[in-house]
T-cell receptor
Framework: DSGVTQTPKHLITATGQRVTLRCSPR?????VYWYQQSLDQGLQFLIQ???????AKGNILERFSAQQFPDLHSELNLSSLELGDSALYFC??????????????FGPGTRLTVL | SQQGEEDPQALSIQEGENATMNCSYK?????LQWYRQNSGRGLVHLIL?????REKHSGRLRVTLDTSKKSSSLLITASRAADTASYFC????????????FGTGTRLQVFP
């Protein structure tokens, strides 16, 4: 158990809908990262927050947004969903700000299916 | 886009054998990490090797890094059925400090 929690585990929804994925980082970690894992694209970095502020942006679509709250939990909002958004969405957390020097601890993921 | 490419894409071995996975990357890096992912679950950090290191050990894991060839290898010795998982390399690029770029992964199957 990494100490990172994600809810829900599974989400099935229809095209055009909007969903919110939630992540609670490990105790003491200030950074939260979001990743998307799909069969054709592999594991793609979406966005990082550090202590409530956006730190780095990856391949995140304009239809997606995220935020980190004062209690450090984070939410990833996906809107106008398309079939191609079906994927596993992972949240990870780390102590510091720098993704490539800190060990990232991954949550169990949310499996999103868009029908 | 992927920074790292793992090779082979899939590997099947018997328990007790050694498993070697390779990772090649395109740009200069500060360090390289290896992660394991059990089917459909979150990734677990295995080991980090810095660009000025050539070899690192952790238990049954041995990682090498050759920055001149832009490649790394992960060796799992005396493999066990529980090692069955996908293994990913991830690189931190020297000119982009805030992203960890994952490779395509090697699927390892260890048969008892």
């Amino acid at each position: 158990d990494s100490g990172v929690t994600q809810t829900p585990k599974h989400l099935i929804t229809a095209t055009g809908q909007r969903v919110t994925l939630r992540c609670s980082p490990r105790s003491g970690d200030l950074s939260v990262y979001w990743y998307q894992q799909s069969l054709d694209q592999g594991l793609q970095f979406l966005i990082q927050y550090y202590n409530g502020e956006e730190r780095a942006k990856g391949n995140i679509l304009e239809r997606f947004s995220a935020q980190q709250f004062p209690d450090l939990h984070s939410e990833l909002n996906l809107s106008s969903l398309e079939l191609g958004d079906s994927a596993l969405y992972f949240c990870a957390s780390s102590v510091g700000t720098t993704a490539f020097t800190d060990t990232q601890y991954f949550g169990p993921g949310t499996r999103l299916t868009v029908l | 886009s992927q920074q790292g490419e793992e090779d082979p894409q899939a590997l099947s071995i018997q328990e007790g054998e050694n498993a070697t996975m390779n990772c090649s990357y395109k740009t200069s890096i500060n360090n390289l990490q290896w992660y394991r992912q059990n089917s459909g679950r979150g990734l677990v950090h295995l080991i980090l090797i810095r660009s000025n290191e050539r070899e690192k050990h952790s238990g049954r894991l041995r990682v090498t890094l050759d920055t001149s060839k832009k490649s790394s290898s992960l060796l799992i010795t005396a493999s066990r059925a529980a090692d069955t998982a996908s293994y990913f390399c991830a690189t931190g690029r020297s000119y982009n400090t805030d992203k960890l770029i994952f490779g395509t992964g090697t699927r390892l199957q260890v048969f008892p």
